[in-house]
């Protein structure tokens, strides 16, 4: 494992929930056309709001020559980039942040999107680190898991020249290897090795730690038509593996109190270019996983369910709730126990979506959501701004504008809530 330091900028502003019960949380956005992120660290029992710019401009050529020489081998124009992309849009793409993973003391992993480097941020310190894990060079899953208890990293990873055959060949199948990485130690591990697929998303382990589950997230259209991604589950006992295929298979989430039950997001979009094209309404997928492989035991859809960047699950007054980002404009609650909806609560008025003749492409930025730390309130943040609903209310009473927030700036991933970066 190797580190390479990065420019840190910091400010801190105050900022006020009005008395809302959130925990410490954090928001990831990017700089377009500087190839710099900005993560905005909010502490409500302070009142404040800490923003820290990570510059990483020239880090693509961690990647860039290895593409290069891929396209080379597979004679792939060296103007073509995934998505149809430029060249430009693509490493701004690939290095945008999109969740945040607790590591050991304050330190946390900044998920990127589609790169061969780690992004590491201490968020007590102020500094931010590129990681090598010594795989190879190989692309990096997005969305890890850490084991608090050994200090282990379990992530995946797939050779670039993989990404560079799927711009022409979009369901070429991939090798793929997962790895725990002890950060304690340095020493890396080689877990399972197989065939699959690129764009790897989000890897789980379940709370018993007998199942892994390793999403991919595509995003590839054929001729207007969405390609259906997949799913990789693994027995880590047995060995057994089962693999799934849905629309844009987005992230897990296990259930707090049924350890073997799992929640899938299935997005239905894909990239045109930068636009994200939404092909109808998404899917929450509730899981049971058992020795004779998965169980679908319901699922979750509705007219207006589309995009469902993030999904959440959380304890409100004797439930378990699925908490999901509706595109464009609203916050859907469903009850995991019946997988029906419990409420719908709105944003404000959106953009009309119409996915009837060809897929929509958004014109508005997604945003996260976080539940308040007694599952009484939902937090949505996005590009400038910060909302706050009690769930009983149906209502965002709390509306304010994050200062500082460039007009080239927009949200990008998930929101970072600080109760669950700590378990």
């Known amino acids: 494992m190797e580190k390479f330091n990065l420019t840190v900028l910091e400010s801190k502003l105050p900022f006020d929930l009005n008395g809302f019960n959130f925990p410490d949380f954090i928001s990831p956005s990017i700089h377009k056309g500087e190839m710099a992120q900005t993560h905005y660290y909010f502490q409500p029992s302070e009142q404040s709001v800490i923003s820290l710019r990570v510059d990483l401009k020239g880090k693509e050529n961690n990647c860039k020559p290895d593409l290069i020489e891929a396209k080379n081998k597979w004679s792939i124009s060296q103007d073509k980039f995934p998505y149809g992309q430029t060249e430009n849009q693509w490493w701004e793409y690939s290095m945008a942040p999109h969740n945040f993973l607790p590591l050991d003391d304050s330190v946390v992993q900044v998920g990127l999107n589609l790169f061969n480097r780690f992004l590491h941020i201490d968020f007590s310190s102020r500094v931010a680190e590129l990681i090598d894990p010594k795989t190879g060079n190989e692309m990096l899953s997005t969305t890890n898991w850490f084991d608090k208890i050994t200090g282990e990293l379990w992530f995946a990873s797939w050779p670039v020249e993989g990404t560079a055959r799927r711009i022409l060949k979009p369901r070429e199948r991939i090798r793929v290897t997962i790895w725990k990485l002890s950060l304690r130690e340095k020493i890396i591990k080689q877990v399972w090795q197989g065939w699959f697929c690129d764009s790897l998303h989000h890897l789980l382990l379940s709370p018993d730690r007998r199942f892994l589950v390793l999403t991919e997230l595509g995003l590839f259209f054929e001729e207007k038509k969405l390609i259906q991604s997949k799913v990789l589950i693994l027995n880590l006992k047995t060995g057994r593996e089962w693999q799934l295929q849905i629309p844009t298979a987005g992230h897990v989430e296990f ?109 508005q930025d997604s945003y996260g959501i976080i539940a308040s730390s007694d599952g009484e309130a939902i937090l949505v943040s996005g590009t400038g701004f910060i909302r706050a609903a009690a769930i009983e209310e149906r209502d965002f009473s709390f509306s304010k504008e994050i200062d500082g927030y460039g007009s080239n700036s927009c949200f990008t991933g998930h929101i970072g809530a600080f109760n669950c970066l700590k378990e």
């Open 255 to 363: 259930d707090p109190e049924e350890k073997d039950v799992c929640y899938i997001s299935c997005h239905n979009i894909g990239l045109m270019g930068v636009k994200v094209g939404i092909s109808g309404p998404g899917i929450i997928k509730k899981i049971r996983l058992g020795e004779n492989g998965p169980k679908l035991e319901g699922e979750f859809s509705h007219s207006d369910f589309h995009r469902i960047t993030t999904h959440i699950v959380f304890r409100h007054r004797e439930k378990t709730l699925i908490g999901v980002s509706g595109y464009p404009d609203k916050v859907f609650l469903i009850d995991a126990a019946t997988m029906n909806l419990y409420k719908i609560i709105r944003l404000g008025q959106g953009e009309n979506v119409d996915t009837s003749t060809s897929p929509h492409l958004c014109s």
